[in-house]
Each structure stands twice: as C-alpha cells, then as structure tokens.
C-alpha cells in the first residue's frame, strides 16, 4: 500500500492540518497580546482543535486573539467533519463528482465501509451540520442578547463558537469558565447538550431515523444498538450524578431541584464527548469521577464526532459476554446474530484503548507528582476526545503534554486505522495451524 491508500492518508491529513494550525496559532496575530506562542502551546491547541476533544493549557477566551479563536473554531470544524469528508464536499461544491478514491477514504474515516451513494451522504451531512449549527447559534445568541445582556457582536460570536464547538462535540469554549455562568439557564445548557446528543449519535444513524423515521422494525441494527445503548447510558450517568453530586456543596447541594436536575442532564450528555462543563468537575466526588471513567471511554455513537471506544464496540462486548454466561452458540441482538469479525474488531478496539490509555498514564505518573486519579481522568479524556478536565492540563510538563497530544490524535483517527496505516501490509498465510484451547478464567 502507498501513501495515496485511504486508510494511510487519512492520518497524514489530520497531520497536515494539526501542523497547519500549529503554524497559524504560533503567529503574534493569534495572540491577544501580539506575542507568539510557544510552538508547543500551538500544537497542543491546533491538535486539541482537530482532534474535536477540548482540552487545553491556556484560556481560549483570554489568550488568544479573535484571529486565534476563529483560527481555532475552523480547525475543529475541520476536524469534526473529518479531512476526506471535508473534501469531498469541496469537490462537491464546486460540480466535481466523487471518484472511487473519494469514496473509500470517506467510508474508512467514517468507520463505514461500504458502498453506496456517497455524494448523498455528504450532502445530508452538510445540510445537517449547517442547519444546527445554525438554529443552535441564534438560539443562544438571542437568549444571551435579551437575558443576559450581552451585546450584539458579542452574543453573535459566543453563540456560533459554541453551537459549532458543540455541534463538533470540541468542548471548546469561548469564556474562560465554559458555561458555568450558565448553569441555571436551560435555554443556554440545553440547545447545547441537544446538539452534542444529535452528533453523538452518528451520521449513519441519522440517515436511517430520516429514512425511515421512528419505525423501530425498519431501523438497522447499527441504529439500534446505537440508539437504545444511548438512551441507557445518559439515563445511567443521569441518575449516577444526581445521586451522588445531590449534597455537594461544590457542585449540585446549593441549587434548587430544577437546576439540580438540568446540570445533572448536561453532565450525562458532556463525558459522552462534548467536554463543556456547567460545573466544576474538580470538585466532583472520587464516585463521580469514576462513573465519568465509565462514560468517557465507552464516548458516542460510531462515524461521527464521537470519540471513545464507541456504543456499538461495548454493546458488542456485552453481548459477547452475555451469551457466553447464558451458553449461547451465537452472539447478537435484536433477532440479529454478529459476525466474528465484528467480535474481534471490538476486542481489538477495546483492548488497543486500554493499553494505550494505560500506557500514557503510568508514563505521566512517573514525571510528575500530579494524583494519579486526575492523571487517569485527563488520559480518558484525552484518547476519548472528550475534553473535559479536573483542571491538571496545564500543570503538565512538555514531555506530559506530547503524551496528551498523541492520545488526542490516535483517539480522533482511530485505533485500527493508525494500526492498519503503520502495518506494511496485509500478509496472506496460506495455511492454518493446529487448534488447541488454553484454559481461560
């Protein structure tokens, strides 16, 4: 395979644009006080902003200039589309039809291989992205100009950055507490989490819910699994964080029931990978934390801006597992039975995030003094592209940093396409071993 094979060039894309908003963060213009950024501050950024996840070591709102903040804003609508998907609706616009290598490279960044009319697609992805992003913008940008206050030009800018930031599940956002400000007004906090859950879900599932609406039987399984696996999980972390954030006094305990339940509904949908937050996740309690462990690697739904290990990969497990407990000879859902290459794609999927996860975080224990939990918790969040933080990110040393940044972007592209990029190719062995079983358990 050459470097023009979709599943190599993808990466090199995401490179090529981390490396050219690296560029454009480290010029003074980017800056709020025309100084240029340190190159790793950049990079950290640029590819905090393709990879869609958030996580930062300056305040947006502070730091950068408006040329840096919109600078940043294209970077992760870049990213949130995905390089090939971005363009091929290039090509699109300007009348060029979608050639085979257009195809592929959509399909393998999507994480959906197979055929079908792409260009159709793409314009149903367009058509969506810029209809929410859209309704989503002058949503809060009239509630920030009548509620709030704010002024026109400044409730326009704050309303775009974050609908496309939310819309891209980036978590960025344009003031330096998130929306924390915001924690008692649902017009702000819920357009918002709205736009996170819909991209959550993933174009494919958005395409099969506009075909065929709410008919459940005429759903695919993908929709299914994606859908149902959704619904279970928000309602899990919902009542995870009610519960136990209920008396915190830092959080939850001094706001009256309906803020509680609001900013408990918000802080279920965000771990999924959105990364906003309305309240301070370092003062979570430990329990928490490990229910946002829980959220943040399983992250949304596949071929969209999701990141983690995805729904489907740990529906797919569980199912596994279940039918190995119940000693089932098949394993599947909804009268539909999996393929053994699904099984062992979401094996790898899981067990490659792990150890990578694992990996960084014992690297970043062992050169910094920085609590372990936390650590854990911004790995997570890193591979996952979620972005949300206990606030250690800065506190980061260069070589801590570069650790993020790698998480960050193999979580963005993908285990198995980094794996099968860096692979020198598939090798056909003409035979079959022996079979013999080791004892497992």
């Not at 501050?41 to 990879?51: E, G, P, Y």
């Not at 026109?152 to 950055?161: K, L, N, R, V």
């Not at 771990?271 to 301070?280: E, H, I, K, W």
């Not at 699904?342 to 003094?369: N, P």
Request: overall charge neutral; some cysteine; hydrophobic content about 50%.
């Amino acid at each position: 395979m050459g470097l023009r094979d979709p599943i190599r060039l993808i990466p090199i894309l995401f490179l090529g644009a981390i490396a050219f908003g690296t560029l454009l963060l480290s010029l003074p213009a980017a800056t709020s006080d025309g100084t240029p950024t340190p190159i790793l501050t950049a990079l950290f950024t640029a590819t905090s902003a393709v990879a869609v996840t958030g996580l930062i070591v300056v305040d947006t709102a502070t730091y950068w200039s408006i040329f840096g903040q919109v600078t940043i804003l294209l970077l992760f609508q870049i990213g949130g589309l995905g390089i090939m998907t971005a363009a091929t609706l290039f090509g699109l616009m300007l009348g060029r039809g979608v050639g085979l290598r257009d195809r592929m490279a959509t399909q393998v960044e999507r994480n959906r291989l197979e055929t079908g009319d792409v260009a159709a697609v793409l314009k149903l992805i367009l058509i969506i992205t810029l209809t929410v992003e859209a309704i989503v913008a002058a949503i809060l940008a009239a509630r920030l100009m009548v509620t709030h206050g704010a002024a026109p030009s400044d409730a326009i800018w704050h309303g775009i950055f974050h609908s496309v930031s939310a819309f891209n599940n980036a978590g960025f956002s344009s003031y330096s507490d998130s929306v924390m400000g915001y924690q008692e007004d649902p017009v702000i906090l819920g357009p918002i989490m709205l736009a996170v859950f819909i991209t959550a879900l993933g174009f494919p599932v958005m395409q099969d819910i506009r075909a065929n609406r709410f008919g459940w039987r005429r759903w695919s399984l993908h929709t299914k699994i994606t859908v149902s696996g959704t619904l279970a999980l928000l309602l899990f972390g919902f009542v995870s964080i009610l519960w136990m954030e209920w008396d915190n006094q830092a959080t939850l305990g001094p706001m009256p029931l309906g803020s509680k339940i609001l900013n408990a509904a918000f802080h279920s949908v965000m771990p999924r990978t959105a990364g906003f937050n309305s309240l301070d996740v370092g003062a979570f309690e430990d329990e928490t934390i490990m229910v946002n462990y829980l959220l943040m690697f399983i992250g949304g739904g596949s071929a969209g801006t999701a990141g983690g290990i995805k729904i489907t990969t740990f529906v797919v497990l569980f199912a596994i597992v279940l039918s190995e407990v119940l000693g089932r000879r098949d394993v599947g859902l909804f009268q539909r039975r999996f393929g053994h290459a699904v099984e062992r794609q979401a094996l790898s999927v899981t067990v490659l995030a792990a150890a990578l996860i694992f990996a960084a975080t014992t690297y970043i224990a062992s050169i910094t003094t920085l609590p372990l939990d936390d650590i854990l918790f911004e790995c997570i969040s890193a591979f996952s592209t979620v972005g949300l933080s206990t606030g250690i990110t800065a506190d980061l040393p260069p070589a801590g940093q570069l650790a993020i940044i790698a998480l960050m972007f193999i979580g963005r592209v993908g285990t198995i396409t980094v794996a099968t990029a860096l692979a020198l190719g598939k090798r056909e062995i003409p035979y079959r071993n022996p079979q013999e079983n080791p004892i497992v358990g």
